[in-house]
């Protein structure tokens, strides 16, 4: 299985302040067909997982312009700048070019 | 806009099977989509399960596949997990998901 390793493990954050999450695989993410299927998600405390970047840097429908994704192949980036207190929770990468699909372990932002 | 509902029970005994159903409202699962199961343990380690397409095929985590079925009832715009052989290694809660849309989720603890 594809091994992704997220780091840091936790995140101590001021308002206003900036993070950056690492996604590293265990191998290579480009898929045959060109694409490269890693994703991030955010679950706040309470809630089911949200959608926040598709395919390495693309935002989804309503992600603010504060987070970008970036990187390629084998390693990658989620930055949130201006942290703001809804930003809060676990945020998790996944990587859907291999079978079976996988997680990283999570990054736990809060606040400082 | 879709919305995914997760309903089964919460309590099952170890050895026997859990069943989940995911029902969608929104968006037909037969249009487009791999519609997927995933579950969150104890502490943040998530773990895809599976997943059937919009034609009907299905994927399964290779960990799981001797254990596991997903299958559909489209015209009530449902889908199902079973897993069966459950253990207590297997209370977690478990989410339905269209990748980018997920259900609340619903907690299944295994115990005698």
């Known amino acids: 299985d594809v091994v992704l390793t997220q780091t840091p493990v936790s995140l101590l954050i001021s308002l206003g302040g900036q993070a950056s999450i690492s996604c590293r695989s265990s191998?290579?993410?480009?898929?045959?067909?060109?694409?490269?299927?890693l994703h991030w998600y955010l679950q706040k405390p309470g809630q089911s997982p949200q959608l926040l970047i598709y395919?390495?840097?693309n935002r989804f429908s309503g992600i603010p312009d504060r987070f970008s994704g970036s990187g390629s192949g084998t390693d990658f980036t989620l930055k949130i700048s201006r942290v703001e207190p809804e930003d809060l929770g676990v945020y998790y990468c996944l990587q859907r070019t291999h079978n079976p699909n996988t997680f990283g372990a999570g990054t736990k932002l809060e606040l400082k | 806009e879709i919305q995914l509902q997760e309903s089964g029970p919460g309590l099952v005994k170890p050895s026997q099977s859990l069943s989940l159903t995911c029902s969608v409202t929104?968006?037909?699962?037969?249009?487009?989509?791999?519609w997927s199961w995933i579950r969150k343990f104890p502490g943040n380690k998530m773990e895809w399960m599976g997943y059937i397409s919009y034609s009907g095929s299905t994927n399964y985590n290779p960990s799981l596949k001797s254990r596991i079925s997903i299958t559909r009832d489209t015209s009530k715009n449902q889908f199902f997990l079973q897993l069966n052989s459950v253990t207590t290694e297997d209370t977690a809660t478990y989410y339905c998901?269209?990748?980018?849309?997920w259900g609340p989720g619903t907690m299944v603890t295994v115990s005698s």
């Open positions: 929104g968006y037909t699962i037969t249009s487009g989509y791999d």
């Open positions: 998901a269209r990748g980018d849309f």
């Open positions: 191998q290579s993410l480009v898929h045959s067909n060109g694409n490269t299927y």
């Open positions: 395919q390495v840097s």
